[in-house]
């Protein structure tokens, strides 16, 4: 996937994928992933995604007969990708493994967010009150580097346990602050550690209805405004789709963001969950809002 996908985007290694400016919308910071393991490529801006026929068809603008074709007609790159792809797939496997358990050790390691910056940043959202056994407060790493088991500095964080279907955390979301309650200066203060994908952060356990949102300060400020329906965070736009629901959970809510990015998630997820037989209804905030933390803190879009 990375061999045909990089002769039109440049991208970098990150962890067990390859990431880049995405080829089809216009951005600064690279969103745009590649999964050599799954043969899929996706960006986490705009939404796109799919396989290398779905990638040749929309970039090189080929039908799917041409799609073929052309990818059949790479000298040896049929074997080439059996053979990288087997091996990518134990990387991915092995290094998957590692990042949960390293999620797991932080995560017990953690604490309530009572008397900590966590708290100071959570009111500084408006968002007060008693919070979930999924939402903490840590000192944890800045970075981590898997090959050398350098770690960076610590720094104090809100913690998010992300919980798989069987809803055991497996991942954790890092919101990274300043000792007075502020994110922290840096490019990027939420970075996640473990497996996130396909996981949420539970506000309240599952029933047979929920609601979806995207990120955890819109999570929180929905818990408050909706306290009787159980909230359940995607940790993304781009993951809204992706949440593999228990059984139980027959009716999904989803609350997106006023945005492009934010419909358009919501619009792919409506479409899963309704696929999988589940009564689908959306909800946004008032159009004057970019999201409900705004609208919780009366800040309208510019």
């Given at each position: 996937m990375s061999h045909i996908v990089g002769r039109h985007v440049k991208l970098r290694k990150a962890g067990h994928e390859y990431v880049g400016l995405c080829p089809f919308h216009d951005e600064n910071t690279p969103s745009f992933r590649v999964n050599d393991a799954k043969g899929l490529f996706h960006c986490?801006?705009?939404?796109?995604?799919?396989?290398?026929?779905?990638?040749?068809?929309?970039?090189?603008g080929l039908n799917f007969v041409e799609a073929v074709r052309a990818l059949l007609d790479e000298d040896g790159l049929p074997e080439v990708a059996q053979r990288d792809r087997a091996a990518a797939e134990r990387r991915e496997r092995e290094d998957r493994a590692a990042a949960i358990l390293a999620a797991q050790a932080e995560w017990h390691g953690s604490r309530t967010i009572n008397g900590t910056p966590a708290q100071l940043y959570l009111a500084g959202r408006g968002i007060v009150g008693e919070m979930p056994s999924t939402v903490r407060f840590g000192r944890v790493p800045l970075w981590r580097n898997k090959k050398t088991g350098a770690n960076g500095r610590l720094c104090p964080a809100l913690l998010l346990g992300a919980q798989d279907r069987a809803g055991k955390i497996v991942g954790v979301q890092h919101v990274f602050l300043t000792e007075d309650g502020q994110k922290a200066p840096m490019t990027n203060p939420k970075l996640s550690l473990g497996q996130v994908r396909g996981?949420?952060?539970?506000?309240?356990p599952p029933a047979r209805r929920i609601i979806l949102i995207e990120g955890p300060e819109d999570g929180l400020t929905?818990?408050?405004r909706r306290p009787r329906v159980p909230v359940w965070i995607t940790l993304g736009t781009g993951m809204m789709p992706y949440v593999e629901l228990p059984p139980e959970v027959e009716h999904v809510t989803l609350a997106g963001d006023n945005n492009e990015?934010?419909?358009?998630?919501?619009?792919?997820?409506?479409e899963e969950y309704e696929r999988q037989g589940r009564t689908v209804?959306?909800?946004?905030?008032?159009?004057?809002?970019e999201d409900w933390n705004d609208e919780l803190r009366g800040i309208e879009k510019v």
């Open positions: 986490f801006g705009c939404g796109a995604g799919g396989d290398v026929i779905d990638f040749l068809t929309h970039v090189e996981c949420a952060v539970r506000l309240a929905m818990r408050m990015p934010g419909r358009a998630a919501v619009a792919k997820a409506k209804d959306t909800d946004f905030p008032p159009p004057a809002f």
